[in-house]
């Protein structure tokens, strides 16, 4: 099979860990006052571990294998829920305290913003290696 | 000396003629580049080499690869329209694919049509 445009298997690889990181992240933000989950206990934030796999080339019988970006597990941020004081919440203990989600937002915007910038990275990798096909498809063009 | 006095030159540089290797120009040294095999005869296999590896079948190898790549593009793209959960940038990179692979097929078919009418015009 002809790969006009080689080594895109890996950043489409990688725009789909990206995705699902940026998908992670929207959902903390979602849930960032979510104190009752479906196990009774405030919502807890979310990350997402990336690893490096060994993947077979796409008819990959020139090439071999390469080493792609892949999700390897999503995982519970190990950080104590944050107790508010707040008596009138049907959450709250006996002494009225709540316990929210371990969710800062800034923290979670920062997060938004790397994933998005590397997301776009990933874009021009592959705007570029078109536009390289192209402009090597027109070579002896006057 | 006629314009035509020049032919059989070129042809025995082409190795048509026996002894015409002191007129073939030296191949220059390419690293990483093969030189050029000679095109079968049809109907002719050379030793060796697979009966599939005529220039035809190589052709229409790499057609029938654009057609594949044309198919993945149109599943990506019936999968993300009919929201059978196809990531968006999969189906555009496999547009993409789709659409670099036929624009080298076209640049192969203009190389071929312009040589065979360099070939038609060759005065004789």
């Known amino acids: ?142 | 000396m006629s314009p035509l006095s020049a032919i059989p030159q070129m042809m025995s540089s082409y190795g048509a003629t026996p002894g015409a290797d002191v007129m073939r120009p030296k191949a220059l040294p390419t690293p990483g580049i093969d030189a050029p095999t000679p095109l079968d005869q049809p109907g002719e296999v050379a030793p060796g080499q697979p009966a599939g590896d005529s220039f035809g079948s190589v052709l229409g190898r790499l057609v029938s690869d654009v057609n594949t790549k044309q198919n993945a593009a149109m599943q990506a793209v019936d999968g993300l329209q009919s929201g059978q959960g196809v990531p968006l940038h999969q189906a555009v990179i496999a547009m993409e694919e789709a659409n670099v692979s036929f624009q080298l097929m076209v640049e192969v078919r203009n190389k071929l049509l312009d040589s065979y009418q360099e070939m038609m015009r060759m005065q004789i």
Not at chain 1, 15 to 41: C, P, W
Not at chain 1, 120 to 133: G, Q, R, W, Y
């Open chain 1, 1 to 142: 099979m002809i790969q006009p445009l080689s080594g895109i298997q890996n950043t489409a690889a990688a725009l789909d860990a990206e995705r699902t990181r940026l998908d992670v992240i929207s959902e903390n933000i979602a849930n960032a006052n979510t104190t009752h989950g479906l196990d009774g206990k405030p919502y807890q934030r979310k990350v997402v571990v990336f690893e490096n796999a060994l993947q077979q080339a796409m008819g990959g019988d020139n090439n071999g294998s390469t080493a792609t970006l892949r999700v390897a597990r999503i995982e519970n941020d190990k950080r104590p829920p944050v107790l508010v004081y707040e008596p009138g919440n049907p959450d709250a203990d006996a002494r009225g305290m709540v316990a929210t989600p371990n969710i800062n937002i800034h923290e979670e915007m920062a997060d938004l913003i790397a994933a998005s910038r590397a997301f776009e990275a990933n874009l021009a990798v592959i705007k570029n290696e078109k536009s390289m096909a192209m402009q090597t498809l027109a070579i002896g063009k006057h």
